[in-house]
């Protein structure tokens, strides 16, 4: 992605949520690239499909022993 | 008296003797934070009178535990009744808060002293603390370093005499890193195991609540008042015979300063020299520390998104910098890191209950920054100041595991931290592992004042 696409990623997402837009300059496009590139490693995990996330009530609890 | 000439242990065994009063303690805590403050800048709130009024209120009941009469300082996260609770933040500069957290409530109830407010990264959210609100807090060893952060006050507070110990809290490495960077000891206990009511969240799924102290001992002390289990964490004479440490291999624990790597390597050693056995590890590390990046990246901008809304410049520019960044994170990325977390939690179970006792890291991968230094250079190549100083911490949030940073020498006279990571619920193993280490290494030097 470009800077500018990340600029107006940026800009589209905090309009949406509400979130006045500081200038041009002092968007964290670097930041929000260098986050990005750092998330990359989560694509080295092999995953067993889409897996729930998890409910109180699918968790081990301590009703769990005596039911 | 000198509070560095005694441990909180010792201290506690003379009140409980008579030999020494919770209001003579409290005075020698006041003298040394009165000539540390304004060179170190450890509080950002101190009232001398409250603390006096605190310490003949404890004096006045039975002494109930190990704790009774001890003075501590809490990170300015943790709410304490009819004190400042600013986490930092400008905003916040008038709020006082009108509740004791449960953790402090305890403490409270154990009869421990309270001095001050302890210094911090504003809400957490870094690790140098150099506060734009509040001024940068100092490392005691170096006072143009960073004494790391976010619980930077706690460690200069401890490592200084100003207080026998400190509670901070730790989402990436805010209780170790700081502990490593100004030469005390710090322990984040399993997620969950320390109540987080009335503390101030950065990322729910990682915020945790640990104390500092300057011995392994003492913290475990400070855990069981936290904990409210008195007798469960301080029986540590196990010794390290036979114990199995995990020390990981792969470029990314190679990325380290290399004094900080023989620090390492003469820890591992001693250890070795006290029959503990090395166990090479392997594990996808940097996918652990990429899933603490996105919980934590995503949860603390939405735990701000409403003051974000209404006043983004109220927030210091790196703060204001990473929570606009994580609005624009992608659900995708976010949902992920949830799903590897299970996975290598799964994984991680299996490694300590087949292969290892405790995992052994070098709790930063540098010693102290020069404060204001965003970029430190590393075997030739420049690397963002911030993501490496939680490079070898954040993983064990994202994983929820016990982890302890014990001081292991210095590097270009700063000091360095060995960090001891144990599987869920193993406290007193990693506790045990860190007090076997100390007791091989000898007293460790406190900063010249």
Known sequence: ?67 | MDLLQLTLSQAGARLRRAELSPQELVEAALARARSVQPHLNAFVWLDPERARAEARGVSARPCSSRLWGIPLTLKDLIAQKDAPFTCGSARRRDVVADRDAEVTRRLREAGVVFVGRAHLHEFAYGVSSENPHFGPARNPWDPRRSPGGSSGGSAVAVATGCVLASVGTDTGGSVRIPAALCGVVGFKPTYGLLSRDGVFPLSPSLDHVGPLARTVEDVAIVLEGLAGAPGRYTALDFGAHGLRIGVPEGAFWELAADGVLERFEEAIRLLEREGARRVPVDFPWEAASAVATALLMVEASWVHLEALRQAPESFGPDVRERLLAGLALPAERYVRALSVRRALIRRAQELWRTEVDVLATPTTPIPAPRLGEQVTGLHGQERDTRALLTRFTNPFNALGLPALSVPCGFVDGLPVGLQLVGGPGQEVVVLAAGHAFERARGPFPSPPL
């Open chain 1, 1 to 67: 992605m470009t800077d500018e696409d990340l600029r107006r990623c940026l800009r589209t997402h905090l309009q949406a949520l509400g979130v006045p837009a500081p200038a041009d300059a002092e968007l964290p496009v670097a930041l929000l690239r260098a986050v990005l590139e750092r998330l990359n490693a989560l694509d080295a995990v092999e995953l067993d499909g889409h897996e729930p996330l998890a409910l109180p009530w699918t968790q081990e609890g301590p009703w769990t022993s005596s039911s």
